[in-house]
């Protein structure tokens, strides 16, 4: 754990002007600390900026009473996390992050604003609502209402009686599971390729397998991208191929044998916990015109996924790059629909034909008694880190979506960092030989401090599915 001490500041009785916030650093200094945090009653023992704890990196934590040694637990006083955004900013698109901060921290309060709007959330369960918003104009009215929630002095008064309540949620959460969640079936489809499709299957699914999740990952891509980057693929030569005789190809091509525990890997070496896996194979490509003349067996992946339903809470599919024979299996097969894209103009203009597809998917998905698939929305993935493309350019793409495609948008970002290829590419010496040995980011980030902010995001978008999804 890390962070940064100011030692001082001064109490500032000036009312707040937002207009003389130009940027963030000027939300963090002029609202927040030289005028939020005297006014709230906070002094330079009990609050601190710029904390690190784990993957999660906070611009303010604010505590009841004074903490020392500095440490966060469940006997830690009721506390506030405070993030600071860029005035041009939209706080919406900073949520999931704030409630992924205070559930994770068992944090009680949080307070986000870019200077123009302040909104606090407060955290329930694993959830978080919106208790209070203001404009930065009229904080100074507001200022007593903020007092009551977030004051150092009203935190302190419910000190006993808050703490207790918090204890008694978290226990209930911790309930064991009571069967009410029925098995979810995700497909990860976009016709463009290079958006960081199989990035977003495999990562998504090792972090909702980190979040106790029972998750099957279906590799139904002739490319195998899924299959290698689960670690399947431990051979040099075809000779020791041991992929080619069990795969989806198997599990589809056949009504009466090959079930899905008769095909079924687990990833070697991949994540912690590891992932069951059905692999897929070079060789799949050739059959796609065989088992796209029996209508039968566009079919037998639902059959044999209903067969399982008790065995996993979430099934992920990986599809390939196109309109074909086995895009259209796996949206049969789904519950949900995950578009990842870049959201440049090459992916943009090919979501009409995404649209058409699911259009022409689900009226077959009524001759057999299955409901619309639900689009959950397009992931942004790959997107640059670059300030000036963040504050002007990504807006107005995330725009486009909504506006010209008429699609939802999920507010997780993955951001496209080298750490996500790296992973990918490690690789194990064995005698002479060099292997592949790729990793999640989720379990490359134990070891590798520059992987922990791709695998927060990648623990966003899996809170958001899950919420999206009603699992608990």
């Known amino acids: 754990m890390f962070f940064h001490k100011l030692n001082s500041i001064e109490v500032n009785n000036l009312p707040f002007n937002p207009e003389l916030c130009r940027n963030e650093s000027e939300v963090e200094s002029k609202l927040i600390v030289q005028y939020l945090l005297p006014q709230l009653g906070y002094t330079p023992d009990t609050w601190h900026q710029e904390v690190a704890v784990g993957s999660i990196r906070l611009d303010f934590l604010a505590f009841a009473a004074q903490v020392l040694p500095f440490v966060i637990d469940a006997n830690s006083p009721l506390s506030v996390v405070m993030e600071a955004k860029h ?6 698109n900073h949520f999931l992050r704030l409630r992924h901060y205070l559930t994770s921290l068992n944090v009680r309060y949080g307070l986000l604003t870019n200077g123009k709007e302040i909104r606090i959330y407060e955290k329930s369960g694993d959830d978080i609502k919106l208790v209070f918003s203001c404009y930065g104009k009229d904080v100074e009215t507001k200022l007593g209402e903020i007092k009551d929630l977030i004051g150092r002095d009203s935190l302190n008064k419910n000190q006993l009686t808050d703490s207790a309540t918090i204890h008694n949620s978290e226990k209930e959460l911790n309930l064991p599971d009571q069967g009410k969640n029925s098995m979810k ?29 029972r998750v ?21 030569f075809e000779e020791d191929d041991d992929l080619k005789d069990k795969n989806v190809y ?38 796609q015109d065989t088992l796209n003349k029996i209508a039968a067996t566009r079919r037998r992946l639902v059959k044999k996924l209903n067969m399982v339903e008790s ?32 959201l440049k103009p090459f992916a943009n203009q090919g979501l009409p034909t995404v649209r058409n597809f699911i259009k022409q998917v689900n009226e077959y998905r009524d001759d057999i ?16 880190t670059n300030a000036k493309f963040l504050q002007y350019t990504f807006p107005k793409q995330r725009e486009v979506i909504l506006e010209r495609y008429n699609l939802p948008l999920m507010e997780a970002v ?35 401090s520059n992987a922990q902010q791709s695998a927060m995001e990648f623990e966003i978008l899996a809170d958001e599915v899950l919420q999206k999804m009603g699992i608990n």
């Open 369 to 384: 008694g299955k409901l619309p698939i639900n689009i959950m929305g397009i992931v942004a993935s790959k997107i640059s």
């Open 87 to 92: 005035p041009k900013q939209n706080l919406n």
């Open 414 to 448: 993955i951001y496209d960092r080298t750490v996500l290829s790296e992973c990918m590419n490690q690789t194990i010496t064995v005698g002479e030989l060099e292997y592949p040995d790729p990793k999640s980011v989720i379990k490359y980030a134990e070891v590798k």
């Open 311 to 342: 065995n996993y809470d979430i099934v992920i599919i990986d599809t390939p790059p196109s309109r074909d024979y086995y895009a259209e299996v796996a949206l049969i097969a789904a519950d949900y629909l995950i578009i990842p894209s870049d």
């Open 185 to 213: 079936t995700i497909a990860i489809y976009h016709n463009k390729g290079g958006v960081g499709k199989t990035t977003v299957a495999v990562n998504l699914a090792a972090a909702l397998s980190k979040k106790g999740k």
């Open 216 to 236: 099957l990952l279906i590799d139904i891509d002739s490319q195998a991208n899924t299959t290698f980057a689960t670690g399947l693929i431990k051979f040099q």
């Open 250 to 287: 198997h599990l589809i091509e056949s009504g009466e044998f090959n079930y899905i525990p008769d095909i079924v890997r687990q990833s070697q070496y991949f994540n912690n916990p590891e992932i069951d896996v059905i692999p897929s194979h070079i060789t799949l490509i050739e059959y």
